[in-house]
């Protein structure tokens, strides 16, 4: 498929060597006038991941600033990705994420992080896993721009990791290796988030 390419080059380099911020416009769990399935929460409206503080209005207006900033910039912009941009340092991931792309990360919250078994998160960030931080991260990026519309079309995406994460639409809602996608489609400078509350593991 046309959308994956040149990340895993970039991926291997950065490995070797060491939005338009615009949230998705409100759009229902309802088919979309694309006939995609759309699975975007409006303002407000409870989104089933409470602590994340994903349907706040603070968050929507982060993610709608007409600022050009690139992935990483816009998830800590946001401030519901505080473990994640985190997690991209120690990873030294940084300046990939921040290249120019494009990219698509299927972003975990803060609360998706919390999910993960005690002591997993502070051990995955000690400089010694430093390697199997980065297989984790990577599985959560797809090369190129994989809007929501497309997404929905998918059973399978192979992520830059080299392994393919499994797709499923059940009963309006989208699934990524089990990880419910709740905000679809905020662009950024350099590719699209889309937001999940399970951290996927590779």
């Known amino acids: 498929m046309r959308f994956l390419f040149a990340l895993t080059t970039a991926v291997a380099v950065a490995m070797a060597t060491g939005g338009v911020a615009e ?3 409100g759009r229902s769990s309802n088919s979309d006038s694309n006939g995609a399935v759309g ?3 409006r303002q407000g409206e409870s989104c089933g991941d409470q602590k994340a503080g994903l349907c706040r209005a603070e ?3 982060a993610l709608a600033k007409p600022k050009k900033k690139d992935i990483v ?3 800590a ?3 519901s990705f505080k473990t994640l941009v985190a997690a991209i340092k120690a990873a030294g991931l940084v300046d990939t994420l921040k290249g120019k792309g494009p990219f698509t990360v299927f972003a975990p919250t803060d609360a998706a992080f919390g999910k ?3 002591g997993t998160l502070a051990s995955l960030l000690k400089p010694e896993n430093k390697k199997k931080l980065q297989g984790i991260l990577t599985y959560h990026v797809v090369a190129g721009k994989v809007r929501a519309k497309d997404v929905v079309k998918l059973k ?9 994460v499994k797709i499923k639409v059940k009963k309006g809602k989208v699934y990524v290796d089990g990880a419910q996608v709740v905000m ?7 590719g699209i988030i889309h937001v999940i509350n399970k951290v996927i593991l590779p």
């Open 23 to 25: 949230a998705g416009k």
């Open 39 to 41: 699975f975007h929460h």
């Open 59 to 61: 968050l929507f207006a």
């Open 73 to 75: 910039d816009t998830a």
């Open 77 to 79: 912009g946001a401030g």
């Open 116 to 118: 993960l078994p005690k």
């Open 156 to 164: 399978t995406a192979k992520t830059v990791n080299g392994k393919s």
């Open 184 to 190: 679809t489609d905020i662009k950024c400078a350099n």
